[in-house]
């Protein structure tokens, strides 16, 4: 999660989880989500809400979950196809936006380069289903492994498209109305674009209206990869967020801790 590269599978999750009508419908109603001038900060407590929920303590990540939790239990939404009322912290409309993140985040990672096994890649979806508790979801009733969660989405396709809004929030990737301390980013913003739009699974692509082609898929592994080895040029201190550095860093104690109990055993 610590990766520079991981931060393409999270704008990936974003378009993924917009394609899920009930989900995008939910969040473009009671949100700011759709004003242009209130998007950033909307974004930004997301991130920060990722953050928190990655790295936090059990009592920072138990307050930030409260606090989601008591947020989604006062929302509705309106389905505007059927006019029909339903609650945004629908376990649906929940465990959509919870895998949409899951695999963008994975996918991202294994094509990037990433060393990740087949087993690695199980355990990451298993140990994920400790932050789908936190917005409320029951982690059985969540995918556990790879292969749940594709069984997953081939049940999901026949349900979900692009409505407008998700065409509209696609759209306006391409050219953000940003700060004006973030005007570069506009400047990159159609390639970035770009580069998210191809990560996408194909079935994703053609909801979107866009080709899901093999060779957009090749080029961006391709993209993903060169991504991730020019990254790792850059030394550790800087290359990684402070939490991201003190997960690592504890990671590696609590390893040597093992080693070391094995030894002496």
């Not at 995918?143 to 594709?150: L, N, T, W």
């Not at 349900?159 to 940003?178: D, H, K, T």
């Amino acid at each position: 999660m610590g990766e520079p590269v991981l931060m393409v599978g999270g704008v990936r999750a974003l378009l993924l989880q917009a394609l899920h009508p009930r989900t995008m419908w939910g969040t473009a109603q009671n949100s700011e989500l759709m004003d242009p001038a209130a998007a950033w900060a909307r974004l930004a407590r997301t991130v920060e809400f990722v953050r928190v929920r990655t790295y936090g303590t059990d009592a920072e990540v138990e307050r930030a979950g409260r606090r989601i939790r008591k947020l989604h239990s006062k929302l509705t939404g309106l389905d505007l196809r059927t006019g029909e009322a339903f609650r945004v912290d629908d376990p649906e409309n929940l465990l959509w936006v919870h895998l949409g993140e899951v695999d963008s985040y994975l996918d991202v990672a294994r094509r990037a380069g990433v060393p990740l096994s087949g087993a690695d890649a199980d355990a990451f979806v298993d140990e994920q289903r400790r932050a789908a508790a936190v917005v409320g979801l029951d982690p059985a009733d969540v995918p556990a492994s790879v292969a749940e969660m594709r069984d997953y989405y081939a049940r999901m396709r026949p349900r979900i498209w692009a409505c407008s809004q998700a065409r509209e929030g696609l759209r306006r990737m391409f050219s953000p109305a940003v700060p004006r301390h973030l005007l570069p980013l506009k400047l990159a913003a159609p390639g970035i674009g770009m580069l998210v739009v191809s990560t996408l699974p194909r079935w994703a692509r053609r909801m979107y209206g866009l080709p899901g082609l093999p060779t957009s898929d090749l080029a961006a592994t391709l993209a993903l990869k060169g991504l991730y080895r020019t990254t790792h040029v850059v030394p550790e201190r800087y290359r990684y967020t402070p939490d991201a550095q003190r997960a690592r860093r504890l990671t590696r104690e609590h390893e040597a801790d093992l080693a070391r109990w094995s030894i002496a055993s």
